[in-house]
């Protein structure tokens, strides 16, 4: 059964059950009663089904139910908020209506004798597809590249990259894409800061209030410094020009990480090198108006011996946030971890607790929220001393690890797991992606993992295969199908020339829901790359990738809707 297969058969359901009440109602009406009553309205308008469940504006709808009336008259037809002014056909039970422009995902309402029927459901599908004919995002001159996006909280998305646009030096720009794929704000992307040097890195969070909050590294000041800035659902600043310095300590900060500290403003963390030694983590938090919280320049996380690098982290639900580092402080790469409060105090151990300090090195750790308050983290591991494997801990909110010490195997396969994602699978445990290379022999390909909360593989063990075909399949990210599963997107040398952009969809039980090896996003000529993707809340996802198919010299960024049932 398709996943609107269960709803249609609600709707049916509700519809049998309405008709009996109905008639239950008209039966048993009480007589002589003095009180008012409304203007008389249908007895029953209900929707008992529409199909397509996913469609594109201008598209028909075939809508099914009872009591619509025999004919249209004042009767009146909402589909996606708006409403229908294209009706070819209307009976009491059946009527033919055209998607509007500017309809969205959502309900499809029927109103008679001011009475809204049961609503029906909707996907309005990107307008543009064909996999060559994808959303520009920005066509700047020189180049666009490194985007990264997230949620408008309206089924759209916002995205943020670096661009060479002023042919001089790296900025900050950001757009808006709704829904159905239609750009919201200035063509090419509002500026979010254009200081002197380059800004680059651009990373954000939703500041829930339909905008974002966008941090990045920023040399305006000789050295590189973490600044952040706020832009709202319309597209405008909403803090300094340029954005408000979150870190201008000496010497280097970099890779800025952050998250939403749930009222509305951010924690980030980077790794530090105000020691002159050492890169060390700090973090600081800034709120709603763009104002820091905690010690001037950032707290310290940990500064012990060694050097610490790529910091991660995610929301401990309570203001404040877990942050997963590697750490070098025993001659070899480890991986720590630290909790931090919402004013700013480390919870855990000074300098962390150890994740994993098995033989050899670990590196690259990520993480998600248990949704328990505490973390999964999952990293790339050499402690076998001849391949490359995947690893991954629990880490409870008092700092306890909860699976095996030195965390549990996700795939121990004769091979060399190189880039991979991790995303929360809904019940307390994750999905796991990664690029795999020369398991087949030759090539990098696509495998995925689930593992539950008590640390139990899911799936076949050292994963199940995602895209297997000729040529190499590298960089995959992942997000949450809402359905327990996960929808993966990956860049794709399926032709062996240039890069394309590929995506696939995986059940919670790990069966592969669309074409095999993959459904094409984007194959224009050149190469498209780097792609990053969110859930678009229905089911599907938003992706965004660089793109050269104007210029093999320089990178535009574009983007592509695509629905719960693989159809762009």
């Known amino acids: 059964m398709g996943i609107f297969g269960h709803t249609q058969f609600s709707f049916v359901m509700f519809v049998v059950f309405a008709l009996a009440a109905s008639m239950t109602l008209q039966g048993c009406g009480s007589s002589g009663s003095a009180g008012a009553t409304g203007p008389a309205g249908p007895a029953s308008l209900i929707i008992a089904s529409v199909n397509p469940t996913e469609v594109k504006e201008g598209e028909q709808l075939r809508i099914t139910g009872v009591g619509f009336g025999s004919t249209q008259g004042t009767s009146s037809i909402t589909i996606g908020g708006v409403p229908a002014t294209t009706i070819s056909s209307w009976s009491d039970s059946v009527i033919f209506a055209t998607v509007p422009a500017g309809a969205a995902t959502g309900t499809v309402v029927v109103a008679r004798s001011g009475v809204n029927s049961s609503p029906g459901y909707i996907v309005v599908l990107w307008a543009k597809e064909n996999t060559t004919n994808n959303v520009a995002i920005s066509t700047a001159a020189f180049d666009q590249s490194g985007p990264q996006l997230i949620s408008d909280g309206s089924g759209g998305a916002i995205i943020a990259w670096q661009d060479l646009r002023s042919g001089t030096n790296y900025d900050i720009y950001a757009q808006r894409v709704s829904s159905v794929g239609e750009i919201q704000w200035a063509a090419d992307g509002v500026t979010i800061a254009t200081a002197a040097f380059d800004q680059t890195g651009p990373q954000l969070i939703s500041d829930n209030s339909g905008g974002a909050i966008i941090a990045w590294i920023d040399e305006r000041n000789g050295t590189r410094d973490i600044y952040a800035q706020r832009v709202n659902s319309a597209g405008t600043v909403q803090w300094t020009t340029d954005g408000v310095a979150i870190s201008t300590a000496v010497n280097d900060q970099y890779n800025p990480q952050l998250v939403s500290d749930g009222s509305g403003g951010a924690i980030i963390a980077w790794q530090d090198y105000r020691s002159g030694t050492n890169y060390d983590i700090y973090a600081q938090r800034v709120n709603s108006a763009g104002v820091v919280q905690w010690t001037a320049n950032g707290v310290a996380i940990s500064t012990t011996t060694g050097w610490k690098l790529s910091p991660q982290l995610v929301s401990d639900g309570s203001g404040g946030a877990i942050i997963t580092w590697q750490d070098s402080r025993s001659g070899n790469d480890d991986i720590y971890a630290q909790r931090v409060n919402s004013a700013g105090a480390v919870q855990w151990t000074a300098d962390g607790i150890a ?214």
């Open 355 to 568: 994740i994993c300090a098995a033989a050899n090195n670990q590196d690259g750790p990520l993480l998600i929220s248990d949704n328990s308050g505490g973390a999964i983290i999952v990293w790339s591991d050499g402690r076998s001393g001849t391949n490359r494997a995947l690893y991954a801990q629990r880490v409870n909110s008092v700092g306890a690890v909860q699976w095996t010490p030195g965390g549990i195997a996700v795939s121990t396969a004769a091979a060399y797991p190189g880039d991979f994602k991790i995303v929360y699978d809904g019940s307390g445990g994750a999905i796991i992606a990664w690029d795999d290379l020369y398991r087949s022999g030759t090539n990098y390909d696509i495998y995925a993992q689930r593992v539950n909360s008590a640390g139990a593989a899911q799936w076949t063990a050292d994963g199940i295969a995602i895209s297997v075909t000729a040529n190499d399949k590298v960089l995959p990210q992942l997000t949450s199908d809402g359905s327990g599963g996960a929808i993966i997107t990956w860049a794709d040398g399926e032709g062996g020339v240039s890069a394309d952009i590929y995506a696939q969809r995986v059940s919670s039980a790990g069966a592969v829901q669309w074409t095999a090896n993959g459904v094409a996003i984007a194959t224009a000529t050149n190469d498209q790359y780097f792609p990053q993707l969110i859930s678009d809340g229905s089911g599907g996802a938003i992706i965004t990738w660089m793109d050269s198919r104007n210029d093999i010299n320089y990178y535009d960024i574009y983007a592509q809707g695509i629905s719960a049932s693989g159809r762009q």
